[in-house]
């Protein structure tokens, strides 16, 4: 067996979901940046639900505001401006989540005929930032990784390991967020082909009201890829403690 050498990833995406601005878990939302600006990524996907937007949802409330709405905005737009200077070089990619589909969701229904010149985009000024902003449910392709929010496979909150059944819904390597919780699985086609599928952490508050029980963990992930779009997927759990994750990635090659 040869010795182990340094590889040099052909290319580092950051995967950062559920911050839920302006309810994000302060501490884990700064350590998160602290980790990510250390690996210097060239890509950072922003997988969804970055943004809350409580007062737009159909669920019930105790009162509505549209300027507390108007200040989330202007909250999560802050936010991408530091996330813009945290990674200056950096491509990034908005997916939409449910909770950004809140705002098309609500334009619809109490003033259709905005539709098409009122979006998150350009409220969250997306392009002067650089962020290419995606539709609601889309799917992006890096190498052999799909990237998606999550909701685009209904399911219930309670399974048990939610890569695993988002898996079975696609049959294809992918990672995602929207559960909240940290999860992976692997698989083995008839064919010997290797798969899997990752569930990323979040970085919302986890004392929030209304799921005080909930099984939520903070964290965010990093995918490595070689030349070939192979790739490897580390999951990093944010927590008080220590947090560990590889500064380098090493390669074995049998004789």
């Known amino acids: 067996m040869k010795k182990a050498k340094e590889v040099k990833p052909e290319h580092i995406v950051a995967y950062i979901s559920d911050v ?13 940046l602290k980790i990510l600006s250390g690996v210097r990524p ?3 996907v922003l997988g969804g639900d970055i943004l809350d937007l409580d007062d737009v949802s159909s669920f019930a409330k105790k009162k509505v505001t549209h300027e507390k709405t108007l200040n989330d905005i202007s909250y999560a737009h802050d936010k991408l401006v530091e996330l813009r200077d945290t990674f200056p070089k950096a491509q990034l990619d908005f997916l939409p989540g449910n909770h950004e589909n809140r705002l098309d969701k609500y334009i619809m229904h109490k003033a259709p005929e905005l539709k098409g010149f009122l979006d998150l985009g350009t409220l969250l000024k997306c392009k002067a930032l650089k962020i290419k902003m995606h539709k609601h449910n889309a799917i992006i392709r890096i190498g052999k990784l799909n990237y998606a929010h999550g909701d685009n496979w209904p399911g219930g909150w309670g399974m048990r390991n939610p890569a695993s059944t988002i898996y079975d819904k696609c049959k294809d390597n992918i990672i995602f967020g929207h559960f909240h919780r940290i999860s992976n699985h ?4 008839l064919r010997g082909k290797q798969q899997g599928a990752w569930g990323n952490g979040c970085l919302q508050r986890l004392d929030v009201e209304f799921n005080k ?3 939520w963990q903070h964290g965010v992930s990093l995918v490595y890829y070689s030349s070939t779009g192979h790739f490897h997927v580390q999951q990093i759990r944010i927590h008080d403690g220590t947090n560990f994750y590889p500064s380098k990635i090493m390669e074995v090659q049998t004789v």
Do not use: G, L, Q
């Open 213 to 215: 029980y909930n099984n």
């Open 20 to 32: 839920h601005f302006p309810s994000e878990d302060a501490k884990a939302y700064k350590k998160a």
């Open 42 to 44: 060239s890509r950072v």
């Open 186 to 189: 692997s698989s083995r086609t």
